[in-house]
T-cell receptor, first 119, second 111 residues
Framework: DARVTQTPRHKVTEMGQEVTMRCQPI?????VFWYRQTMMQGLELLAY????????DSGMPKDRFSAEMPDATLATLKIQPSEPRDSAVYFC?????????????????FGPGTRLTVL | DQQVKQNSPSLSVQEGRISILNCDYT??????FLWYKKYPAEGPTFLIS?????DKNEDGRFTVFLNKSAKHLSLHIVPSQPGDSAVYFC??????????FGTGTSLTVIP
């Protein structure tokens, strides 16, 4: 049963600390997304990668957030330093996009999320 | 700026009745629309989609309607069941570009 996994599931930290969230996409998927869920904005896209290369990270606060894919089985989202306003649920999703680009069926498979609380 | 809007944060419906969830969008370039369902402590899961060349797509109890002139889509669930209680997200995409999600509508189906 292929699924996206995320660790940790919950993280409580103090303001100023570094936070690293990890995601293992579904094997064979070539696109990975990072989203943040907040009450006010819903699901916001932070960044996404295609074949491990960053395609768009315009949704991320660049001064404190960074996203990487060290290899095809691991994506990371790092916040340094963390702030209380970063408290949210962070989702990773993966999908398989054909060589020609998105088709009419663009399903993304979401992980269970990391609930981050910054005190 | 929110390009996809779900103006009803919550909705309560009696079991067996119809649930109608609404979504509005602002970008006329969007050509593909999806609904995701999310249970607590889980990630969203894909529910149903519709291409802009259609105005209706049906899958069992779920039907999505698209009104391009009004930039509006809706999800109908008939009949509603208690297991449908979840948060529903509307999303939109223009081919090759990122997805835009709404803020979600929490549906409660009362037994």
């Amino acid at each position: 049963d292929a699924r996206v996994t995320q660790t940790p599931r919950h993280k409580v930290t103090e303001m100023g600390q570094e936070v690293t969230m990890r995601c293992q996409p579904i094997l064979g998927h070539n696109t990975v997304f990072w989203y943040r869920q907040t009450m006010m904005q819903g699901l916001e896209l932070l960044a996404y990668f295609r074949n491990r290369a960053p395609l768009d990270d315009s949704g991320m606060p660049k001064d404190r957030f960074s996203a990487e894919m060290p290899d095809a089985t691991l994506a990371t989202l790092k916040i340094q330093p963390s702030e209380p306003r970063d408290s949210a649920v962070y989702f990773c999703a993966s999908g398989l996009v054909p060589i020609g680009g998105w088709t009419s069926y663009n399903e993304q498979f979401f992980g269970p999320g990391t609930r981050l609380t910054v005190l | 700026d929110q390009q996809v809007k779900q103006n009803s944060p919550s909705l309560s419906v009696q079991e067996g009745r119809i649930s109608i969830l609404n979504c509005d969008y602002t970008n006329s370039m969007f050509d593909y629309f999806l609904w995701y369902k999310k249970y607590p402590a889980e990630g969203p899961t894909f529910l149903i989609s519709i291409s802009s060349i259609k105005d209706k797509n049906e899958d069992g109890r779920f039907t999505v309607f698209l009104n391009k002139s009004a930039k509006h889509l809706s999800l109908h669930i008939v009949p509603s069941q208690p297991g449908d209680s979840a948060v529903y997200f509307c999303a939109a995409n223009s081919t090759g570009n990122q997805f835009y999600f709404g803020t979600g509508t929490s549906l409660t189906v009362i037994p």
